[in-house]
């Protein structure tokens, strides 16, 4: 369902937004491989810890529409995942990874016409702070993608 999901949005030419799986599944999509198991990769695990999100810092690309929209090239996100991108798709680059390596930020190597794609491996719909630049500005830099869309219909 999720890749038939990303075709028929490429397709139409709608705005995509991957949240954690949703990087995932848009790498292999394209293309790409994932690490099944972080920690049986040997890097720290990412998972959930007794329920609850956990907390580490990534660092974001200069060169990426993702540094351009948080407007930082560190901060702290959320995480709970165990799956990650490794080999990235041809078409994409990686725009932020956490200290220990994982890729955290994927979007289009070469934008050019194509639809608009950011592509994060934390929940920024789940950060706390309403305020945080790296969920508000996700959020708000994704639904201006959308009316800007919406418009050209």
Known sequence: FELKMIKKSLQLKKPILGICRGLQVANVYFGGTLVPDIPGAGKPSHSKLKGYDKRHLVNIFDDSILKKFIGKGRGEVNSAHHQAADVVAKD?????????????????EKPGKKPF?????????????????????????????????????
């Open 92 to 108: 994409l680059k990686v725009t932020a990874v956490s200290d220990d390596g994982i890729i955290e930020g994927l979007e289009w």
């Open 117 to 153: 794609l950011l592509l994060v491996q934390w929940h920024p719909e789940r950060m706390t702070d309403p305020e945080n630049p790296f969920s508000k500005n996700i959020r708000d830099k994704f639904l201006l993608q959308i009316k800007k869309m919406r418009n050209k219909t």
